[in-house]
Nanobody, 122 residues
């Protein structure tokens, strides 16, 4: 059974940084692309970044500022998302999702974690 468990969320002050972690199990982690998403209350879920083995990472959000950094660790079966310079508008539930495809260019969010709350105070 595919399982994805997010951790590292919580309360943070504006301007701070946070690293979220997604622990995966139940599938061949090395051969799957993993993405991070977020959903702000009242808005549609949006993609942040995708990581794959051997095919690089892709960013969908804040590509000009580079506030997000995704890292896929095949030795630990985890994908982390570092978020820098957090702002109140970053307050959201953050999700990781695994694709059945190996590359971000073929990515689809086939398996979801439960999500974790990140709240940024001003």
């Amino acid at each position: 059974e595919v399982q994805l468990v997010e951790s590292g969320g919580g309360l943070v002050q504006a301007g701070g940084s946070l690293t979220l972690s997604c622990a995966a199990s139940g599938f061949d982690f090395d051969d799957r692309a993993i993405g991070w998403f977020r959903q702000v209350s009242g808005k549609e879920r949006e993609g942040i970044a995708c990581a794959s083995t051997g095919a690089g990472n892709v960013y969908f959000l804040d590509t000009e500022t580079g506030r997000f950094a995704i890292v896929k660790d095949n030795a630990k079966d985890t994908v982390t998302l570092q978020i820098n310079n957090l702002q109140p508008e970053d307050t959201a539930v953050y999700y990781c999702a695994a694709s059945d495809a190996w590359s971000c260019s073929l990515y689809s969010a086939d398996h979801w974690g439960q999500g974790i709350q990140v709240t940024v105070t001003s």
